[in-house]
Nanobody, 113 residues
Framework: QVQLVESGGGLVQPGGSLRLSCAAS????????MSWYRQAPGKERELVAR?????????YYADSVKGRFSISRDNAKNTVYLQMNSLKPEDTAVYYC?????WGQGTQVIVSS
């Protein structure tokens, strides 16, 4: 079955950086687009970034993270990444990986001084 395991979350100061990873298994990773979502307390889950099948192919970013976040994938490692720079307090949320119809368990990101 589809398994997605996120890692890399944590506490970071405003302006700092984090890189999230999502390790995938149970499906042919290279055949699926992959996405990162986030859910802040009291808010709906929102799409943050998406990457199409091939590494280096098309990407999508929410306006709120454009220019600060970067999504990438390594099909040899069955892993998708989210590089997050210039983090703001409003980026605080649980970040989820989505692909092949499945969701990861989420990783908490807290941006605070």
């Amino acid at each position: 079955q589809v398994q997605l395991v996120e890692s890399g979350g944590g506490l970071v100061q405003p302006g700092g950086s984090l890189r999230l990873s999502c390790a995938a298994s149970g499906f042919t990773f290279s055949n699926y687009a992959m996405s990162w979502y986030r859910q802040a307390p009291g808010k709906e889950r929102e799409l943050v970034a998406r990457i199409s099948i091939s590494s280096g192919a098309s990407t999508y970013y929410a306006d709120s993270v454009k220019g600060r976040f970067s999504i990438s994938r390594d099909n040899a490692k069955n892993t998708v990444y989210l590089q997050m720079n210039s983090l703001k307090p409003e980026d605080t949320a649980v970040y989820y990986c989505k692909g092949a119809g499945g969701w990861g368990q989420g990783t908490q990101v807290i941006v605070s001084s």
